[in-house]
T-cell receptor, first 110, second 115 residues
Framework: GQQVMQIPQYQHVQEGEDFTTYCNSS?????IQWYKQRPGGHPVFLIQ?????EVKKQKRLTFQFGEAKKNSSLHITATQTTDVGTYFC??????????FGQGTRLTINP | NAGVTQTPKFRILKIGQSMTLQCTQD?????MYWYRQDPGMGLKLIYY???????DKGEVPNGYNVSRSTTEDFPLRLELAAPSQTSVYFC??????????????FGDGTRLSIL
């Protein structure tokens, strides 16, 4: 079945440093979504990418969808303590379901 | 703004007991999902529904059952609870399915321990 791999599993940074998480699918995706889960909380939708090579920005967050639509990345510039949490990618191959990656847990030293 | 509401928030079960996790949404969403999240892991789909009266299996359906008698409610039933079912369970809903690029809205989760 479809698999979505996400790396790294954990990332610890100093406040102000950048952060990137990568997502790779075993199959071509129709779209990919990104979610953030704060410690003890529930996943919250951040963004979706649909087009090959698409790049979207939300303030300090930059999301990219690969040309082959099999990989994606989330980059945070100049992290802040409010960025702490686990970031998940979730891929769709054309059905009604999303397949979630394992997530990257971001911790920040203030 | 209730959104997706899950009850209970916490529960401890003994092996072999059964229970129902409740999920209700007030956004008139057709699509509803049940996921489980094990520590340090991502979300695995248990069951989903594309509308009232229609349910389908996800990635890890064994040991669970669902029903969807109304648009609003999507309960998850555990029969003969086993320690492997210790997890955090999230219910989610979406206006349409993943192919139409609609986000999923999650409830706060039910933390279930089976001892």
């Amino acid at each position: 079945g479809q698999q979505v791999m996400q790396i790294p599993q954990y990332q610890h940074v100093q406040e102000g440093e950048d952060f990137t998480t990568y997502c790779n699918s075993s199959t071509t995706l129709s779209n990919i979504q990104w979610y953030k889960q704060r410690p003890g909380g529930h996943p919250v939708f951040l963004i979706q990418l649909v087009k090959s090579g698409e790049v979207k920005k939300q303030k300090r967050l930059t999301f990219q969808f690969g040309e082959a639509k099999k990989n994606s990345s989330l980059h945070i510039t100049a992290t802040q303590t409010t960025d702490v949490g686990t970031y998940f990618c979730a891929g769709n191959t054309g059905g009604q379901k999303l397949v979630f990656g394992q997530g990257t847990r971001l911790t920040i030293n203030p | 703004n209730a959104g997706v509401t899950q009850t209970p928030k916490f529960r401890i079960l003994k092996i072999g007991q059964s229970m129902t996790l409740q999920c209700t949404q007030d956004m008139n969403h057709n699509y509803m999902y049940w996921y489980r999240q094990d520590p340090g892991m991502g979300l695995k789909l248990i069951y989903y529904s594309v509308g009232a009266g229609i349910t389908d299996k996800g990635e890890v359906p064994n040991g669970y059952n669902v029903s969807r008698s109304t648009t609003e409610d999507f309960p998850l039933r555990l029969e003969l609870a086993a320690p492997s079912q210790t997890s955090v369970y999230f219910c989610a809903s979406g206006k349409t399915g993943a192919t139409n690029n609609q986000p999923q809205h999650f409830g706060d989760g039910t933390r279930l321990s089976i001892l």
